[in-house]
């Protein structure tokens, strides 16, 4: 699962004023229940208004009672970061997206290690487990919980309405790349006059295009490589020609406008990771039946996924690292995918007919279990670093400037400032 707007930025001094907030500590009531607390980004194991999978621990371990907290995800990942160092604070099970993981790996003493807890890292790939571990592969500090894949999820409707064809075959079709897709939407736009716009946001645009990259932000020597990387600059160029062209309904993402956007048929496309269904469905409920979902241009990539840490700090470490494992098993895994849509991390579930045979009445009955593993089967194992997620958040806020106005050249200026900044070169 994935995010919301503006990572690990802000100063650890500003963090810790909100270190009380939604914090952690396990409480232990006079009945022996014991209660796990876990701090989370958007949907990562629930929805709002949806805890059935905490509810079925809870049936099988009457001694447990868990409490999620839910932060928007810079906040999220600040706080954890303020509160390892405080070396109090945190919750028991803490999750962390795949952007920011790299930059907890160097803290492993901070976090349970899960190679010690019976964990068989097999049931995973090797790069989703290099992710999480320490350079000599003697640690593991999280447990994969999901990864995006990539798709396009759109409106049928306004594409009937601006005349482009509906069936999920056809509209794939459409964009064999990303530079065809960005054509399409200017035929879209010349042909429902504009009130409708192509994408919700730039920043998603450049998401999707680099989601298909094997290196964008730093190589394997985890030397930064933004700026003089050909394929990061081609994605800017891309994105800032699809906004230029009036394609793009400027709506910062996991943002109130964002919600109404996807409400009201404010935009016809959306660069579409497996979590993004959950989303959708969980802030736009009014449009089931309208959405479809068909190949990512380019055919493949990856946007997303996460990892549960325990923090060495807890006071039941024991039964959060009990509760980690049974959220990560495959069985789990598999229902969060149906009723959430966050796809399985382990890949011996997609040949599992609850997966492979899944679709979503919600995208008019489109084959989910096919369509985002066929997108990860050829996607690049892509290298990531410290800093990985500031980076990407730091692009999604400088083309948001160039929707808003700014000049595409001095918004790259800046974010390239930034970037330097946040990566300690500059």
Not at 347 to 361: F, L, Q
């Amino acid at each position: 699962m994935r995010r919301t707007r503006h990572a690990l930025t802000a100063t650890l001094a500003a963090s810790a004023l909100v270190l009380a907030a939604c914090g952690g500590g396990s409480d232990d009531s006079a009945d022996g229940v014991t209660t796990l607390t876990i701090n989370v980004f958007g949907d990562s194991f629930s929805l709002p208004e949806n805890r059935s999978i905490y509810d079925e621990y809870e049936r099988l371990n009457p001694d447990i009672e868990i409490v999620e907290n839910r932060g928007e995800f810079g906040t999220h990942h600040q706080n954890l970061q303020a509160r390892l160092t405080a070396g109090s604070g945190t919750a028991d099970l803490e999750l962390i997206e795949v952007g920011q993981i790299a930059g907890f790996i160097g803290q492993q003493d901070k976090f349970v290690d899960f190679l010690d807890k019976g964990v068989d890292p097999a049931q995973w790939t090797d790069a989703v487990i290099q992710r999480a571990s320490t350079p000599d592969g003697n640690a593991l500090i999280g447990l994969p919980t999901d990864v995006g894949g990539l798709a396009m999820c759109y409106r049928t409707d306004l594409f009937a309405e601006a005349g482009l064809p509906t069936d999920r075959d056809e509209v794939s079709k459409l964009w064999p790349t990303w530079q065809d897709y960005v054509e399409a939407g200017d035929e879209f736009l010349a042909s429902s006059g504009g009130d409708v716009k192509w994408f919700d946001a730039g920043g998603h645009v450049l998401t999707g295009v680099l989601g298909n990259e094997e290196r964008t932000f730093y190589n394997e020597a985890g030397d930064l490589i933004v700026e003089s990387n050909p394929a990061v600059r081609a994605a800017w160029d891309l994105s800032v020609r699809a906004i230029q062209a009036g394609q793009s309904a400027a709506l910062p993402e996991f943002s109130p406008e964002w919600n109404t956007g996807f409400q009201q048929g404010q935009f016809a496309t959306v660069t579409c990771p497996a979590w993004m269904m959950g989303y959708i469905q969980a802030n736009a409920g009014g449009t089931s039946g309208k959405w479809d979902i068909a190949t990512i241009p380019g055919g493949s990539g990856n946007w997303g996924g996460s990892y549960v840490t325990v923090p060495a700090q807890g006071e039941h470490t024991e039964a959060a690292t009990e509760l980690a494992k049974w959220l990560t098993a495959p069985e789990q895994s598999i229902t969060i995918f149906q009723e959430i849509g966050n796809f399985p991390s382990q890949r011996s579930t997609w040949d599992d007919p609850a997966v492979a045979e899944y679709s979503s009445p919600f995208f008019n009955d489109a084959p989910a279990g096919e369509i985002f593993p066929e997108s990860l089967a050829e996607a690049p194992v892509q290298v990531v670093g410290p800093q990985s997620g500031v980076i990407g958040n730091t692009f999604s806020d400088a083309l948001n400037s160039v929707e808003q106005g700014t000049d595409p050249k001095e918004a790259w200026q800046q974010a390239m400032s930034d970037i330097r900044s946040a990566a300690g070169t500059g």
